[in-house]
């Protein structure tokens, strides 16, 4: 099999060790709270690195390791792909692969969440036998792009796109076309989501929940402008993939965040933006795939 091993660089790393910033490796050396975790999190991350490379190494596995952002062979040439960091490598590797499964590795559980991963390194040697064995359960993640024109595409989208102003002070103004209908609004945006990014920002902008089984997605308008006036119908819901869902922009500066602030598309007035789902759905093994839904 032939194995691409991408992990994250730790803020660290990036911080310290390669910008050589003086003034942060002073507040570690100090032990500030405002970087309190910043080495730790450095050193838990490269051991569990050091241990996924060496179980590999052991087992006689092909395996190319790159930085996250770094590849020069695109992931979909590869069998497998294994994840070492947490969601955002995992979310960053998702946008460039299209029909190979992955695998990932929180490589430091005690700061990061990973929804998305398998387990730690010091589960890896039997993750990846599960997995080789195609004994591990696999979770199908539903995916889309979003549009602009029906010509530029934003790659695949595994959590949310925010569709709003580029300054994120001023009133975001459009027209929503759901289903045939037309609303006009001005707000701080819209996020629109997968199930599997149903748990992330538009949950805490007041949506729900999806199981991530389902075949949907979901939109919730961010801080709507609300008047004496305003008797909006479209300012969240959850629908069907395929359901025809348009954003006609009244900015001359608008952008499309993907899956964070990493990734934006610019947008101006008039700028149709809709979804596509075509996109395939995203292989991952041994999620844990259960989580309340209400």
Known sequence: M?????????RYEQLVLDQKNQSIKSLVEQHDISVARLLSSHENHTKSLAVIVETLSQMGLSFDTVPRGQSTRPEDDYEL???VGGDGTLLDVSHRLLSTPVLAINSDPSSS???????????FKELLEKTLEDKLKATYL?????????????????????????NPAAVSSYFLRLNGYE???RSSGIWISTPAGS?????SAGGMVMPLGADTFQFVVREPYITTKSNFRQLKG???????????????EGRIYVDGPHIEYPFQIGDRISLDFSVPSLKVFGMQAKRRVY
């Open 142 to 166: 539903s995916r889309f792009c979003a549009s602009i024109n029906e010509t530029t595409k934003t790659p695949p989208v595994l959590n949310e796109i925010l569709i709003c102003h580029a």
């Open 183 to 185: 609303e006009a609004q």
């Open 199 to 203: 748990t992330a920002a538009i949950r």
């Open 2 to 10: 032939n194995i691409l091993v991408v992990h994250k660089t730790s």
């Open 113 to 123: 969440v990973g929804y998305f991963c398998a387990g730690t390194a010091h589960e």
């Open 81 to 83: 792909v294994i994840v």
């Open 238 to 252: 959850i629908r069907q993939f395929g359901s025809s869902l348009e954003v006609v922009s009244k900015m001359q």
